[in-house]
């Protein structure tokens, strides 16, 4: 069922399923869960990918609103720094132009300028510049040409220069403060101009001016630039000389003719700053982007005004740290993100496979204590087995031992068979010449008391052989009375058979019987002849037990063959280096099959009541074994009765008599 099962999954065909389904479909199913991975793996991958978006966006956007902040943060205090330094340099100066015009000197060579009051304004001027610290001061008349100048002395001396287009002589000159900032005239020179009206009685007679160099401003950090724009929104003051003189806006017509009226930045062309504004945000700051390109620089604009004179100072924080610190902050977010999910996968990877070493132990584990069960139980079984083998063995023991005893009794019982069956033989043989005796006795003393002594002798000669017939018939009986002597091992074979012979004699009688000697060495088979010893032939057995087997063996065989005519039983010794053997064959009815192999068994009989006890076999097999030997039976081959082949060990007698050739006869 299985194989056919894993056949239809490997091997899908067009039939149906039992369930009514395709047969495609495990493999469909197989399909979409596959998809189904692969499409949870894409929407994985792409939330992480999503993830690592957002973190990355919103950390630069943290960075870069952070950095910006900073940014506006410094950029707020260098301005203010800035401008408060700007305002007291130009608040120091402030009353300056105002003493200045309160000093008759200066009201005299205004209502008066002759050359002594020149002289005099002039020195005082020079004397008045140098203390202050200013760049130059100097004294315009109403009609605009310098008359007085503490650069008296110097080339580019203002005195007899025009004024009348600057814007801070005409505020003067109306009554009001002038504060102007330009290129100038005469030196080319960028300052900041204040300027005082000088009264006489009340009534204006001419301009104070004093100059300021603020070219310090320009050496600011050029990598933060700083400008300074005035009311229209030129650059007059700039950390990066380039921008200088640029417009930060579009400049009208009119604006731009009343510069270069005034002469104010030297005539040259305002034109406009490439500034490209990318973002407002709050507070007067601004993202720039100066110059053209996508590479042009991006600032940070923070304007602050100057309120009077009406200026803007600009700090221009260039954007690229910030640009880079977003950058490297992404960039280490990216990292940490990309590392975290590394981690993560990580995790749980060791936690999958930690997962999977501690149910791997766990199987282990159980399969261990599985093991240590069945071993528990199998020891517990073998101890029953041994315990019970035990048991068996000492039963068997004192089975054996009770067999044995048995075998004792039996024997004993066997031989008290034998010797009864005997001794009804006996008195049957004693009885007659008994009678003879009796009758020989009875006619001896009447022919001696007639006289006939030869025929008395005759008698007497009778009588002597029927004694000696009768002595030879007891003599037998002392073979079954051997049971107290002590056994012995060695058993002349031919002596045993003689005795045997001797004993059935009767039975014999008219029974073919022949005895041979088989060398299994040399193959030879020669007919035994009995009245030699041969003292080489010695079998390993106690003789008396030899011919109690040999007894039974021959009586059996006498038994089997009476009817037979003419009766034959055939004894076959056969000598080998170790072992000897007596086949004892008949030619009576044989054993049939369902006989054989209960043979040996105690009490088994095939005779009639009273003809056997059926211990024969039995004792004489015990008798074998006990000697070491075996005793075997088998229906001759060619169907001409049984065979029984009693196989014992050959004692092996070192004479001279050994080397002789065995005699043979009849
Ligand atoms: P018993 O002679 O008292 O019957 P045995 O043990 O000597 O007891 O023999 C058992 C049986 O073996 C016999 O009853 C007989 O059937 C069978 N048997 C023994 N020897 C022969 C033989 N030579 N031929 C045929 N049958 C035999």
Same mark, same amino acid.
């Given at each position: ?31 979409? =869960? ?24 919103? /950390? ?9 902040? %900073? ?43 002759? $050359? ?27 009609? &605009? ?21 600057? $814007? ?22 960028? &300052?900041?101009?204040?300027?005082? $009206? ?7 007679? *001419? ?79 601004? !993202? ?9 620089? @991006?600032?940070?604009? =923070? ?23 977003? @950058? ?10 990309? %590392? ?19 149910? %791997? ?30 048991? #068996? ?8 031992? #009770? ?46 008391? @007639? ?6 002798? #005759? +008698? ?6 029927? /004694? ?71 079998? +390993? ?21 009476? *009817? ?58 015990? !008798?074998?074994?006990?000697? &070491? ?10 169907? *001409? ?16 008599? /050994? ?8």
């Amino acid at each position: 069922m299985k194989l056919a099962a894993a056949r239809r999954r490997s091997l899908p065909s067009a039939e149906p399923c039992a369930d009514g389904a395709s047969p495609y479909a495990t493999i469909t199913d197989h399909h979409r =869960s596959g998809i189904a991975n692969v499409t949870r793996r894409l929407l994985i991958l792409f939330a992480l990918v999503a993830g690592l978006v957002a973190a990355c966006g919103l /950390t630069y956007s943290i960075a870069w609103q952070r950095g910006i902040d %900073s940014l506006r943060h410094n950029a707020a205090v260098r301005v203010d720094r800035t401008a408060s330094a700007l305002k007291s340099t130009l608040e120091r100066y402030e009353s300056l132009p105002y003493l200045l015009a309160e000093h008759p000197l200066v009201q005299d060579v205004l209502v008066n300028p002759s $050359p002594a009051n020149v002289e005099r304004a002039n020195l005082y001027l020079e004397d008045l510049n140098r203390h202050a610290r200013a760049t130059v001061t100097y004294i315009i008349p109403l009609d &605009g040409y310098c008359v007085a100048a503490s650069n008296w002395q110097g080339p580019g001396s203002f005195i007899g220069a025009g004024y009348q287009f600057r $814007p801070y002589f005409l505020d003067a000159v109306k009554g009001g403060v002038g504060r102007f900032f330009g290129i100038g005239t005469i030196s080319q020179a960028p &300052g900041y101009y204040i300027s005082q $009206p000088v009264r006489r009685d009340g009534k204006i007679v *001419g301009a104070a001016v004093v100059k300021l160099d603020l070219e310090w401003f320009q050496g600011a950090d050029a990598a933060e630039p700083l400008v300074v724009t005035d009311d229209h929104g030129v650059i007059f003051l700039s950390s990066v000389p380039a921008w200088k003189y640029h417009t930060i806006r579009p400049l009208s017509g009119q604006v731009a003719d009343s510069i270069y009226q005034a002469r104010q930045y030297a005539q040259q062309p305002i034109a406009p700053l490439p500034v490209t504004i990318e973002r407002m945000l709050a507070g007067n700051a601004q !993202i720039v982007r100066i110059g053209g390109g996508r590479y042009a620089p @991006r600032y940070l604009a =923070s304007r602050r005004g100057m309120g009077e004179p009406d200026w803007h100072l600009i700090t221009m924080s260039p954007l690229d740290p910030v640009d880079a610190q977003a @950058r490297n902050a992404t960039i280490a977010t990216g990292f940490g993100y990309v %590392s975290l999910v590394l981690l993560a996968f990580y995790w749980r990877m060791r936690r999958a496979r930690v997962r999977e070493v501690m149910r %791997s132990r766990a199987l282990l584990q159980k399969a261990y204590a599985e093991l240590n069960r069945r071993v528990a139980e199998r020891t517990a079984d073998l101890s029953q087995a041994n315990e019970q083998l035990h048991k #068996e063995v000492a039963e068997r023991t004192r089975a054996e031992q #009770e067999l044995r005893a048995a075998h004792d009794e039996l024997i004993q019982a066997s031989k008290l068979a034998a010797l009864g069956q005997m001794a009804a033989g006996i008195t049957h043989e004693l009885n007659q010449p008994l009678a003879a005796l009796r009758g020989f006795s009875d006619n001896t003393r009447v022919l001696l008391e @007639r006289g006939d002594q030869a025929s008395a002798r #005759e +008698n007497l000669e009778a009588i002597a052989a029927l /004694t000696e017939r009768m002595g030879k018939i007891t003599n037998q009986l002392k073979l079954f009375v051997g049971r107290a002597r002590p056994r012995n091992a060695r058993a002349p074979i031919v002596r045993a058979l003689r005795n045997v012979i001797a004993l059935l004699q009767k039975r014999l009688q008219g029974v073919e019987v022949e005895f041979a000697l088989l060398d299994t060495g040399s193959g030879a088979r020669t007919l035994l002849n009995l009245a030699d010893d041969h003292p080489q032939l010695i079998a +390993n057995c106690d003789d008396l037990r030899l011919e109690q087997v040999l007894i039974n063996l021959l009586g059996n065989a006498l038994d089997a063959t009476a *009817g037979m005519t003419p009766p034959r039983i055939s004894i076959e010794i056969e000598v080998a280096d170790a072992t000897v053997s007596f086949a004892v064959g008949d030619n009576g009815h044989g054993i049939p099959d369902d006989v054989l192999p209960r043979l040996f068994e105690p009490f088994f009989t095939t005779k009639e009541m009273g003809q056997g006890l059926g211990l024969g076999l039995a004792i004489s097999s015990s !008798i074998a074994r006990d000697c &070491g030997g075996t005793l075997v039976a088998r229906n001759a081959p060619d169907g *001409g009765g049984a065979l029984f082949v009693l196989t014992l060990r050959r004692v092996r007698v070192q004479t001279s008599q /050994t080397s002789d050739p065995l005699t043979t006869g009849s």
